[in-house]
């Protein structure tokens, strides 16, 4: 595997339900991301790790539950999820340097319909 | 408030017509500016980062400029495979946020 790899790639899932996005990254940097993507709107950023500590949580909703375990893989457990909730979530991951900019490398995504 | 508006929304092409998107920002300290390419159904692809106005940056038929107020995606002779939906994003942080746009979609037609 190489890049930015997330599963599954589709998934649809009732309001009660509970389900976990994954990501995994395989360049070796230290920094990864969610994103939320809905149609006709801007790439929203959700959570921010960094060195597997949150550093950024963008107002996000507690249905969405964030977890980092180590640099190179970080998961997004969704439990009674509504159906605006429905969108293309994307992980991302960057090296963060002392001071530097630093670019983000996106995985595929996974498209999520909540019913 | 950081703010990034793309334009247009939407863009048609004949193949081989050239033309440029652009990229406007509002923000308190730009410390990057990105372009990625977007396709259906996929992840955003990196293009570009420009750091400071006058700075260019080329890649096949892509060219992307920056001034102090905008960014511009130039695309020459275009082909059918550069359909896309372009991506310009800013960062003005040490927190690794970005900032995207709207986003152009680019379609070329052979």
């Known amino acids: 595997e190489t890049g930015v790899t997330q599963t599954p790639r589709h998934l649809v899932m009732g309001m009660t339900n509970k389900k976990s996005l994954k990501c995994e990254q395989h360049l070796g940097h230290n920094a990864m991301y969610w994103y939320k993507q809905s149609a006709k709107k801007p790439l929203e950023l959700m959570f921010v790790y960094n060195f597997k500590e949150q550093t950024e949580n963008n107002s996000v909703p507690s249905r969405f539950s964030p977890e980092c375990p180590n640099s190179s893989h970080l998961f997004l457990h969704l439990h009674t999820l509504q159906p605006e909730d429905s969108a293309l979530y994307l992980c991302a991951s960057s090296q963060r340097g002392s001071g530097g900019v630093d670019t983000q490398y996106f995985g595929p995504g996974t498209r999520l319909t909540v019913l | 408030e950081d703010q990034v508006t793309q334009s247009p929304e939407a863009l048609r092409l004949q193949e081989g017509e050239s033309s440029s998107l652009n990229c406007s920002y509002t923000?308190?300290?730009?410390?990057?500016l990105f372009w990625y390419r977007q396709d259906p159904g996929k992840g955003p692809e990196f293009l570009f980062t420009?750091?400071?106005a006058g700075e260019e940056k080329e890649k096949e038929r892509l060219k992307a400029t920056l001034t102090k107020k905008e960014s511009f995606l130039h695309i020459t002779a275009p082909k059918p495979e550069d359909s896309a939906t372009y991506l310009c994003a800013v960062n003005s942080g040490n927190t690794g946020k970005l900032i995207f746009g709207q986003g152009t979609t680019l379609q070329v037609k052979p």
């Open positions: 420009l750091y400071s």
């Open positions: 923000v308190s300290g730009l410390r990057g």
